[in-house]
């Protein structure tokens, strides 16, 4: 078994098309429209869906907003340098909503940053 991707939905597809590829550098491998379901589906990352764990943006045509709940946590990606990867997305529009710093308790260098739904993103910087 291979986990294969992790699907979020959004109100607005441009604007999440957007931050994750211009914002978070993902690339855009595809995407389908469903004209009978009245949906839209985008998957994004970065490498290819064979090599890799991709995200699965789902877009509900007419639906605009969802409450993300309290049981939603996080997705995690691993950057080389976390205070360099906050100044980045800030220089591109992102909102950083935990700057990069040592964890609680820990050692290792985190941040986090939120997409426009509200989705929160993890930065951890490898050692």
């Given amino acids: 078994m291979r986990l294969l991707h992790t699907m979020l939905r959004v109100g ?8 994750y590829t211009e914002v978070l550098g ?5 995407r389908n429209d469903y004209p009978e379901g009245k949906f839209t589906l985008a998957f994004v990352g970065y490498q290819d869906e064979a090599d890799g764990t991709v995200i699965e943006l789902t ?11 309290t049981g939603y946590g996080h997705i ?8 360099t990867a906050c100044a980045e997305i800030k220089s591109r529009g992102g909102k950083v909503t935990r ?3 040592p964890m609680k308790g820990g050692s290792t260098v985190i941040a986090f940053v939120e997409d426009p739904d509200g ?3 993890e930065l951890i910087q490898r050692k």
């Fill in 99 to 101: 700057e990069a710093g």
């Fill in 119 to 121: 989705y929160k993103i």
């Fill in 12 to 19: 607005d597809l441009d604007k999440s098309l957007a931050f």
């Fill in 26 to 30: 993902m690339r855009l491998l595809r």
């Fill in 59 to 69: 877009h509900n045509w007419g639906v605009e907003r969802y409450e993300i709940g």
């Fill in 76 to 83: 995690a990606l691993a950057v080389d340098d976390a205070y």
